[in-house]
Nanobody, 121 residues
Framework: QVQLVESGGGLVQAGGSLRRSCAASGSISSFNAMGWYRQAPGQQRELVATITSDGTTNYALDSVKDRFTISRDATKNTVCLQMNNLKPEDTGVYYC??????????????WGQGTQVTVSS
């Protein structure tokens, strides 16, 4: 049973920083990719950033590309999201995600519990 345990959310003023961490119960090298999603009130969950098992990163939102950094530490089985210069529109529940390929055409998805990030103006 895969468990993803998140930490590091909270309340911050605009312009501030937060660091989200996601600790996996097993080796993160077993996942093809890990990433972060967020869901604002009344909105659908959206992909923020991903990092593959070889360290390739992708930022799905143009609005975060120069402010957020995703990283992984295989020795600690942890993926982090460093969020700088936060804006009120970054407010939402942030979820850690891990994907592991199953067969040729599908992935198993695993989710963290989600943690609220609130950015005040």
């Amino acid at each position: 049973q895969v468990q993803l345990v998140e930490s590091g959310g909270g309340l911050v003023q605009a312009g501030g920083s937060l660091r989200r961490s996601c600790a996996a119960s097993g080796s993160i090298s077993s996942f093809n990719a890990m990433g972060w999603y967020r869901q604002a009130p009344g909105q659908q969950r959206e992909l923020v950033a991903t990092i593959t098992s070889d360290g390739t990163t992708n930022y799905a939102l143009d609005s975060v590309k120069d402010r957020f950094t995703i990283s992984r530490d295989a020795t600690k089985n942890t993926v982090c999201l460093q969020m700088n210069n936060l804006k009120p529109e970054d407010t939402g529940v942030y979820y850690c995600n891990a994907k592991r390929r199953r067969g040729s055409w599908s992935f198993d998805n695993y989710w963290g519990q989600g943690t609220q990030v609130t950015v005040s103006s």
